[in-house]
């Protein structure tokens, strides 16, 4: 309609389901995501910007968690009150009732996809509506934080009117496979929202449109991040909430709650050319795309009228992996001179001109909450011959002796004598090494990485060779033949770190486990299975930043880089509360709640 | 006739075995084990994927799983798309086949007129500016790599003027309060063109019948009646503007299609004209002191119509098949684009049928040429 403030953003590829179900289970796309965002309520969710744990759906934190007999069984048990006055867009409240719903649904149906993340069946039992607005949620063992406030209390809650006659069916469809088929393959019509969006329409290859929530509960609510670490949300007349800390002092962020867009259009394009070009003509508002602009479209976009560049770390790392089955990389002191001699910062910005950005821990900076910044940075900062020298150092210390030991030439400025005959502290000469890393054409970074730290390994008299190879090869050597010395490959990370358990757990050692190089350290085990019983997000928090230290030290991974995420977005048209964000943008769904028009 | 129909149906289904049997050894060719990537596919629920080995035959020896694979693709089941699960890969096809139709169908269309008219006027008039400009210009963009061609037609006309759409098939904003759906519009412009197409032949036929008593000058007024009827019937449907909006969306593919491909119907034509305005019909029909454009429109050009019609039955084939390039550049969801996603996302069920059905059509279109052979040219006779 004319004079609808529309926020039209381009993605480039198209939806695949705009079934809720079906999107957290099979049809788990980013796109899907995108669109589908924010039009379901939450119990809890992460604050903008800084992710804290706060409240969404629910009016304050859970009761603890409390052991109790139910029915002869022993389980754990919580509850939680709900906002009042939260509705769905047909007028109906939400309720406890919708979160049972959907909760049981998920258990009963078996459904697959992310949903056994959110609804653990190992962990969930059932849940029970007290009233309308008190939740009562039992567990079969006590859950961590993994399993609840960061699994379970971020379920999106489905309308329960509208889907309990689509599960009925789904329920009569035969076997548990047809019934999951039956609720996939249900295409909404009219399903309520209790978002700041209703999904109005989808043009299959064309587009999606979302339209305002007119009865959105949280339109007008004020949040505030202040310096101090608190949180606060206030929406007058309705609710107040703090946490962490007294709300005073300075303010970080300060933003008002919308939607202040009409309607939400989500053009698909069939290349990111093609997308880049309808923002440059202003055809769309922002461009969402999960890893930003490359180089060459940053650059068509440069010096354009009406445009905002910006630059935020990604939610991801690369590392380089040691294979723990194989001497000498069980050997800490081989780990430690491997990671001193990676010069991370002459790669990042000297060779690859500040397209990367070099990391030491697992967790990136921009997660604020579980990042530990005071993790050891081994080599920052040294010199190339203060880097040999240390690994030398770190090599001998632990009993490795050299035919030829590798010496720097007295200015430092190239090696006098490169290392010959390295031999392990048993004697043995160190075996002939490969890391295997993709080659240039699926990811130039990652195979400059392998390339110059062949070169640095064989300098001191390390055999290294890198083998730069298809991305689907490394996979099968490495996770499920478990056939190799060194790896680089990359994680993509969610917020919760529990992967800092799935990843350097000893029980994940085995074939197709994350844990490949079968890193196995008792003490660490231990820290990982106390983390992922904690039900405190503070002491959690405490667990994660010892964690982070202990890998930093230890270093089952020498991790590498990151990348940054650039994006462009019309800034003579719109603008966002923030743009400083671990993921860019593109992390929130191009924040179509937050986002203003000029 | 209906012997060597026949025979052709006969070397069609052979050549459509050889093709499926093509598409198995390449997708089992390809690194990794083909079984456990339907099997263990984690996106699906673990019962799909055991109905999946049990359709598909997936923990049965290689031979066992190829003649599986023939039975399904046969009885057409491709089995459900990883990437639209739960959605049968057929439907998917379906689903976009007609954006694809609609829009190649009309570039080729456009193209093979363009060259057609071209080809005879300058095998008509030889050594003239007309035919030295078209010519280089012609054979300049058709060796013009096609995906930048195509980016520089969008700058120019879609950013830099601002006269056409950037890409895509529609603008949201004029669609957001359409109650139809843009695949039953697309349908709707393929029956319009297909109602059209059999009247206009229906017309010709008539027209052809009644010459003898003048009736050939009354096919044009009818056949703009008819245009304009069906103009009409879309303004009264309420969705004209949805159709006019698609129109809007194809000018630009279908100008770079036309430009990129006309020269090859032109030059095709020219040859086929040369060699026919030599024949003794030609020298007849001159000596009787016909028109020059009758000579060469209804003499001469009909004659040359053989091989530029088999060209033009091969460029729809081609069309489908090589649309990726173009649909991706002008973001166009045909089954080019979805094939291309299909390889993107590992979906293999949608690649294995999109590349069977391009390669269905492919032999469908050899059967109709060689039908069209016949009715196009009195002197072929089929045995």
């Given at each position: 309609m004319q004079g609808d403030r529309i926020y039209q953003l381009g993605i480039t590829a198209d939806l695949t389901t705009t079934n809720h179900w079906s999107y957290l289970g099979p049809d788990g796309t980013t796109w899907n995501g995108y669109v589908l965002s924010d039009t379901k309520p939450v119990l809890f969710s992460y604050s903008g910007q800084r992710f804290d744990w706060v409240p969404s759906l629910a009016a304050d934190f859970p009761s603890p968690l409390r052991e109790e007999v139910v029915g002869g069984r022993t389980l754990w048990s919580t509850?939680?009150?709900?906002?009042?006055?939260?509705?769905?867009?047909?007028?109906?409240?939400?309720?406890?009732?919708?979160?049972?719903?959907?909760?049981?649904?998920?258990?009963?149906?078996?459904?697959?996809?992310?949903?056994?993340?959110?609804?653990?069946?190992?962990?969930?039992?059932?849940a029970e509506a007290l009233d309308p607005y008190t939740l009562k949620i039992y567990f079969t063992k006590r859950p961590g934080l993994a399993r609840w406030q960061f699994g379970l209390a971020f379920m999106p809650v489905l309308s329960?009117?509208?889907?309990?006659?689509?599960?009925?069916?789904?329920?009569?469809?035969?076997?548990?496979?047809?019934?999951?088929?039956?609720?996939?393959?249900?295409?909404?019509?009219?399903?309520?929202?209790?978002?700041?969006?209703?999904?109005?329409?989808?043009?299959?290859?064309?587009?999606?449109?979302?339209?305002?929530?007119?009865?959105?509960?949280?339109?007008?609510?004020?949040?505030?991040?202040?310096?101090?670490?608190?949180?606060?949300?206030?929406?007058?007349?309705?609710?107040?909430?703090s946490a962490y800390g007294t709300p005073e002092g300075e303010k970080a962020l300060e933003f008002t709650v919308g939607p202040f867009a009409d309607s939400a259009i989500y053009s698909i394009y069939?290349?990111?050319?093609?997308?880049?070009?309808?923002?440059?003509?202003?055809?769309?508002?922002?461009?969402?795309?999960?890893?930003?602009?490359?180089?060459?479209?940053?650059?068509?976009?440069?010096?354009?009228?009406?445009?905002?560049?910006?630059?935020?770390?990604?939610?991801?790392?690369?590392?380089?992996?040691?294979?723990?089955?194989?001497?000498?990389?069980?050997?800490?002191?081989?780990?430690?001179?491997?990671?001193?001699?990676?010069?991370?910062?002459?790669?990042?910005?000297?060779?690859?001109?500040?397209?990367?950005?070099?990391?030491?821990?697992?967790?990136?900076?921009?997660?604020?909450?579980?990042?530990?910044?005071?993790?050891?940075?081994?080599?920052?900062?040294?010199?190339?011959?203060?880097?040999?020298?240390?690994?030398?150092?770190?090599?001998?210390?632990?009993?490795?002796?050299?035919?030829?030991?590798?010496?720097?030439?007295?200015?430092?400025?190239f090696m006098e004598e490169r290392g010959e005959g390295l031999r392990m502290p048993n004697g043995e000469p160190v075996p002939p090494m490969s890391l295997i890393a993709p080659s240039a054409g699926y990811d130039p970074l990652r195979s400059t990485f392998a390339i110059w730290i062949e070169r640095w390994m064989n300098e001191v008299g390390i055999p290294l060779r890198a083998d730069l190879t298809g991305f689907n090869l490394i996979v099968d050597k490495v996770f499920t033949q478990q056939d190799f010395d060194m790896w680089i490959l990359g994680w993509g990370l969610t917020l919760f770190p529990d992967y800092l358990e799935t990843f350097f757990h000893s029980r994940y050692s085995g074939l197709e486990g994350r844990n490949a190089g079968g890193y196995s350290n008792p003490e660490y085990d231990r820290l990982a299975d106390d983390f992922l019983a904690e039900t405190d997000v503070d002491a959690a928090r405490e667990q994660v930043f010892r964690m982070q230290q202990f890998l930093a030290e230890d270093l089952p991974y020498v991790v590498l880089f990151t990348t940054p995420i650039v994006e462009t977005f019309r800034s003579d048209r719109i603008d966002f509360p923030y743009t400083e964000i671990l993921g860019g943008l593109q992390e929130s769904a191009g924040l179509t709640s937050l986002v203003t028009f000029r | 006739m209906a012997g060597y129909l026949l025979r052709r149906v006969s070397q069609m289904i052979l050549t459509l075995f050889l093709i499926l049997t093509v598409t198995f050894v390449l997708v089992q060719a390809q690194p990794g084990d083909y079984a456990s990537f339907y099997a263990l596919n984690p996106d699906l629920p673990p019962d799909v994927r055991e109905?999946?080995?049990?359709?598909?035959?997936?923990?049965?020896?290689?031979?066992?799983?190829?003649?599986?694979?023939?039975?399904?693709?046969?009885?057409?089941?491709?089995?459900?798309?990883?990437?639209?699960?739960?959605?049968?890969?057929?439907?998917?096809?379906?689903?976009?086949?007609?954006?694809?139709?609609?829009?190649?169908?009309?570039?080729?269309?456009?193209?093979?007129?363009?060259?057609?008219?071209?080809?005879?006027?300058?095998?008509?008039?030889?050594?003239?500016?007309?035919?030295?400009?078209?010519?280089?210009?012609?054979?300049?963009?058709?060796?013009?790599?096609?995906?930048?061609?195509?980016?520089?037609?969008?700058?120019?006309?879609?950013?830099?003027?601002?006269?056409?759409?950037?890409?895509?098939?529609?603008?949201?904003?004029?669609?957001?309060?359409?109650?139809?759906?843009?695949?039953?519009?697309?349908?709707?412009?393929?029956?319009?063109?297909?109602?059209?197409?059999?009247?206009?032949?229906?017309?010709?036929?008539?027209?052809?019948?009644?010459?003898?008593?003048?009736?050939?000058?009354?096919?044009?007024?009818?056949?703009?009646?008819?245009?304009?009827?069906?103009?009409?019937a879309w303004y009264l449907s309420g969705i004209g503007n949805l159709a006019l909006d698609i129109l809007r969306h194809m000018i630009l593919p279908v100008a770079t299609l036309t430009l990129i491909s006309f020269a090859g119907t032109m030059l095709l034509t020219r040859n086929s004209m040369l060699?026919?305005?030599?024949?003794?019909?030609?020298?007849?029909?001159?000596?009787?002191?016909?028109?020059?454009?009758?000579?060469?429109?209804?003499?001469?050009?009909r004659n040359a119509l053989l091989p530029v019609v088999t060209s033009l039955i091969y460029s729809l084939v081609f069309a489908i098949d090589g649309s990726v390039i173009v649909e991706s550049v002008f973001s166009w969801p045909g089954i080019g684009l979805t094939l291309l996603e299909a390889v993107r996302t590992e979906d293999l069920p949608l690649v294995m049928g999109a590349i069977v059905f391009i390669g269905f059509l492919s032999l469908l279109a050899h059967l109709v040429v060689d039908v069209l052979y016949a009715c196009l040219d009195p002197r072929i006779r089929y045995r």
């Open positions: 509850e939680i009150e709900l906002k009042q006055g939260v509705e769905w867009s047909d007028g109906t409240d939400v309720t406890a009732d919708d979160f049972v719903f959907t909760a049981h649904v998920a258990r009963d149906l078996q459904l697959t996809g992310n949903w056994p993340s959110i609804v653990d069946p190992e962990f969930f039992d059932h329960r009117a509208y889907w309990e006659p689509v599960v009925a069916e789904a329920r009569q469809a035969g076997d548990i496979t047809e019934q999951q088929r039956v609720l996939y393959a249900h295409v909404p019509e009219g399903e309520p929202s209790a978002g700041g969006f209703v999904f109005d329409r989808w043009e299959q290859g064309a587009y999606a449109e979302k339209d305002r929530n007119e009865g959105f509960y949280f339109t007008g609510s004020v949040v505030t991040l202040y310096a101090n670490g608190a949180y606060g949300e206030v929406k007058p007349g309705a609710y107040e909430f069939g290349s990111q050319d093609a997308t880049v070009l309808a923002l440059k003509k202003g055809d769309i508002d922002f461009m969402l795309n999960p890893l930003g602009l490359s180089k060459g479209l940053q650059q068509q976009l440069q010096g354009e009228d009406g445009l905002t560049t910006i630059e935020n770390p990604s939610s991801g790392v690369r590392y380089l992996g040691f294979n723990f089955r194989k001497p000498p990389m069980d050997d800490r002191a081989f780990r430690e001179a491997v990671a001193t001699l990676i010069d991370k910062e002459f790669l990042t910005e000297t060779v690859l001109q500040g397209v990367a950005i070099p990391v030491y821990t697992m967790v990136p900076e921009g997660n604020t909450a579980w990042h530990n910044g005071d993790v050891p940075m081994i080599g920052r900062g040294m010199s190339r011959a203060e880097r040999v020298a240390r690994a030398v150092e770190l090599l001998k210390g632990a009993g490795f002796t050299w035919e030829v030991e590798p010496r720097m030439s007295d200015d430092g400025a | 109905q999946m080995r049990a359709t598909f035959g997936l923990d049965r020896p290689v031979w066992e799983q190829y003649l599986i694979h023939m039975r399904n693709t046969v009885t057409g089941n491709f089995g459900v798309s990883f990437g639209h699960f739960p959605r049968p890969v057929l439907d998917v096809l379906a689903e976009r086949l007609p954006r694809t139709i609609v829009l190649f169908v009309s570039a080729t269309a456009v193209s093979f007129y363009v060259g057609f008219l071209l080809g005879k006027a300058i095998a008509w008039r030889r050594g003239g500016i007309l035919e030295y400009a078209a010519t280089i210009s012609g054979t300049a963009l058709f060796t013009a790599f096609t995906p930048a061609f195509a980016l520089m037609m969008i700058w120019i006309f879609a950013f830099r003027l601002g006269w056409l759409p950037v890409g895509k098939f529609l603008d949201p904003l004029v669609w957001r309060d359409a109650d139809v759906s843009s695949t039953s519009v697309f349908s709707l412009m393929l029956l319009t063109a297909a109602a059209f197409l059999a009247f206009a032949s229906l017309v010709s036929f008539a027209s052809r019948r009644s010459q003898r008593i003048g009736g050939r000058r009354s096919a044009v007024p009818l056949l703009l009646a008819g245009a304009l009827v069906l103009a009409l060699e026919t305005v030599r024949e003794d019909f030609v020298m007849a029909a001159r000596a009787k002191g016909l028109p020059d454009a009758q000579v060469r429109d209804r003499h001469a050009a």
